[in-house]
């Protein structure tokens, strides 16, 4: 079965750095990976999609890299705000859906 | 446009009680699924439905049943509760029943099992 590994403790980090979240899975290799967002008691939320063949996706201040060598993603939040603390999730899709246990992200003014 | 809606938003079951949770999606999407959350565990699916008519397993099938009402509701029965399906469910939707597509998902229901 798939194992999907994002770092348990949470980050903690500064207003204005760059946050940077890892995912690494195992076995086979994604066509897709997604990472997606979830606050205290509510459901995830879409954030980014990148393919195999993309190295790197962008949206506004967040990037994600997609190593298929190393069997990693990378996801990056530039100029950080306290409003960007959440927990992060990330899918990578096999043929079916699974999704890592989150990296819990918290920004300090 | 509410999106996924799901209820209730919370319950409490004793063991061998039963019960069905519900989901409706108001974007006419194709496919709905099920998941639960458990602490350390991340989200793992429980069933699917790529569309109207089907229903697939997904990780974690045991204990539960589903039924693709219509295109709109997707509902999750749990015929005998044990302590074990004690979690958080969320229900998502999708356009497609793809990888490459986007989920949404419901607020959750939070299901305490004593």
């Known amino acids: 079965s798939q194992k999907i590994e994002q770092n348990s403790e949470a980050l903690n980090i500064q207003e204005g750095k760059t946050a940077t979240l890892t995912c690494n899975y195992t076995n086979y290799s994604p066509a897709y990976l997604q990472w997606y967002r979830q606050d205290p008691g509510r459901g995830p939320v879409f954030l980014l999609l990148?393919?195999?063949?993309?190295k790197e996706k962008r949206k506004e201040r967040l990037k994600v890299t997609f190593d298929t060598t190393l069997k990693q993603s990378l996801f990056h939040i530039t100029a950080s705000q306290p409003a960007d603390s959440a927990t992060y999730l990330c899918a990578p899709n096999f043929n079916k859906f699974y999704f890592g246990s989150g990296t819990k992200l918290n920004v300090k003014p | 446009n509410a999106g996924v809606t799901q209820t209730p938003k919370f319950q409490v079951l004793k063991t061998g009680q039963s019960m069905t949770l519900q989901c409706a999606q108001d974007m006419n999407h194709n496919s709905m699924y099920w998941y639960r959350q458990d602490p350390g565990m991340g989200l793992r699916l429980i069933y699917y439905?790529?569309?109207?008519?089907?229903?697939d397993k997904g990780e974690v099938p045991n204990g539960y049943n589903v039924s693709r009402l219509n295109k709109r509701e997707f509902s999750l029965r749990l015929e005998s509760a044990a302590p074990s399906q004690t979690s958080v469910y969320f229900c998502?939707?999708?356009?497609?029943?793809?990888?490459?597509?986007?989920?949404?998902f419901g607020p959750g229901t939070r299901l305490t099992v004593t």
């Open positions: 439905s790529a569309s109207e008519g089907t229903t």
């Open positions: 998502a939707s999708s356009e497609g029943s793809g990888i490459s597509y986007e989920q949404y």
């Open positions: 990148i393919r195999e063949n993309e």
